[in-house]
């Protein structure tokens, strides 16, 4: 697994040889807002195990919200390239516990219609949880799948949405029950971007 982020790294810059090299490429760059569907479920791990220790916590409030960043590189004929990063995650409890993730992916995409100003697009391809914290133990690898849609694809700031899945895990202490527990943080998402 620790293989992975100097992986992505690699990927990242073998697109930026292809694309330098390659004819009607267009880098694009989407920055965005993601809701996470399962951080409830990385917030009660942390209050269950801080309760298991003894503590009085109060979870009423909860942003399941992340900022996210996709670059990748599209073809003429719509097939891209890319990578990204987040939603971000944190959780800070004083000083008993902490928890901070931040999701990478590589994926392959590909927009239906290109070189309309409207076009809608899949994407597909893998994504790991840099994640550390008093209860994490691990990550590892899982899928990422996406379809979204992208408006003013021909004006210098475009704007679009996504929903999607992620199926990557991040291993937790779990003092409670004992032993660990898997959790995927993200298992699905929906995101608003804006592409410069």
């Known amino acids: 697994m620790k293989k992975f982020v100097p992986t992505v790294i690699h990927l990242f810059l073998i697109l930026l040889l292809i694309s330098s090299t390659a004819y009607a490429t267009d880098w694009r760059f989407p920055v965005g807002v993601s809701y996470v569907g399962n951080f409830n479920k990385v917030v009660d791990i942390h209050e269950d195990n801080l309760e298991a220790e003894g503590f009085e916590v109060d979870t009423t409030w909860q942003f399941p919200f992340g900022l996210t960043f996709q670059p990748y590189v599209e073809f003429d004929f719509g097939l891209g390239i890319g990578m990204g990063l987040g ?46 914290g008093d209860y994490v133990d691990s990550s590892k690898i899982g899928f990422l799948g996406a379809v979204g849609v992208e408006f003013s694809r021909k004006s210098a700031v475009g704007y679009g949405f996504e929903v999607g899945y992620d199926s990557s895990e991040i291993e937790f202490d779990d003092f409670k029950k004992g032993g660990t527990k898997d959790i995927k943080p993200i298992n699905w998402w929906a995101s608003i971007f804006v592409v410069f």
């Open 87 to 132: 939603p971000m995650m944190i959780i800070v409890t004083s000083e008993e516990a902490d928890f901070f993730n931040l999701p990478i992916n590589v994926n392959a995409r590909y927009s239906f219609i290109p070189k309309n100003n409207i076009s809608p697009y899949v994407r597909a391809g893998a994504s790991y949880n840099i994640a550390s």
